[in-house]
């Protein structure tokens, strides 16, 4: 069972908007440590899509938003498009854990 | 380029060992705080070791303490992962990455697969 909590899977059609939440707790999340949030492709390596709660790496889409309050997070993609299908991991840290970060269990995004 | 490249991975049985290599390029490893992230087959991420920049804290997911060791060799610019008395829950892809302390991580290997098997 994974520290922040995230719905197994969410679906939407092309160009319309979906929101991924992680939820946390108050020795991560709400701690006040940041959310980052990871795209994987099938078979490849995780990419890093939002860090620090809601800034985009270069080349990330604007499409791509981030969110935290209190215990929880959120990523939302607007726009949906097909190559966005994936899986999509939310990460932060645990004041328990010392220095090890700690996932969401993952979802699985379906473009319909 | 910036580029991590893993090594070592195969088939092995259940107690024997391992080592996983990460060969970095276009950075200096030793600038970062390093990371090993697993994923199970059909499973989601999992934290299994990090190292600090200058090498001076390292720390495991309990499942793995005291059989996995993680170090860097700075003179090839090498991350490693030494895994010990493998079980068959060990078997992953095993990534390594690249990052801050206590922040995100934004560089990450292919991945090297490790089967645990008899």
């Known amino acids: 069972q994974s520290v922040l909590t995230q719905p197994p899977s969410v679906s939407g059609a092309p160009g319309q908007r979906v929101t991924i939440s992680c939820t946390g707790s108050?020795?991560?999340?709400?701690?006040?440590?940041?959310v980052h949030w990871y795209q994987q492709l099938p078979g490849i390596a995780p990419k890093l899509v939002l860090y620090?709660?809601?800034n985009r790496p270069s080349g990330v889409p604007d499409r791509f938003s981030g969110s935290k309050s209190g215990t929880s997070a959120s990523l939302a993609i607007t726009g949906l498009q097909a190559e966005d299908e994936a899986d999509y991991y939310c990460?932060?840290?645990?004041?328990?854990?010392?220095?090890?970060?700690?996932f969401g269990g993952g979802t699985k995004l379906t473009v319909l | 380029q910036v580029q991590m490249v893993e090594s070592g991975g195969g088939v092995v049985q259940p107690g024997r060992s391992l080592r996983l290599s990460c060969a970095a390029s276009?950075?200096?490893?030793?600038?970062?705080?390093m990371h090993w992230v697993r994923q199970a087959p059909g499973k989601g991420l999992e934290w299994v070791a990090v190292m600090s920049y200058d090498g001076s804290g390292k720390y495991y997911t309990d499942s793995v303490k005291g059989r996995f060791t993680i170090s860097r060799d700075s003179s090839k610019n090498t991350l490693y992962l030494q895994l010990n008395s493998l079980r068959p829950d060990d078997t992953a892809v095993y990534y390594c990455a690249s990052g801050g302390w206590l922040q995100f991580v934004d560089k990450w290997g292919q991945g090297a697969l490790v089967t645990v098997s008899s």
């Open positions: 620090g709660n809601s």
């Open positions: 108050s020795s991560n999340i709400g701690a006040g440590y940041d």
């Open positions: 990460q932060s840290y645990d004041s328990s854990l010392r220095g090890l970060g700690v």
């Open positions: 276009g950075f200096t490893l030793s600038s970062y705080a």
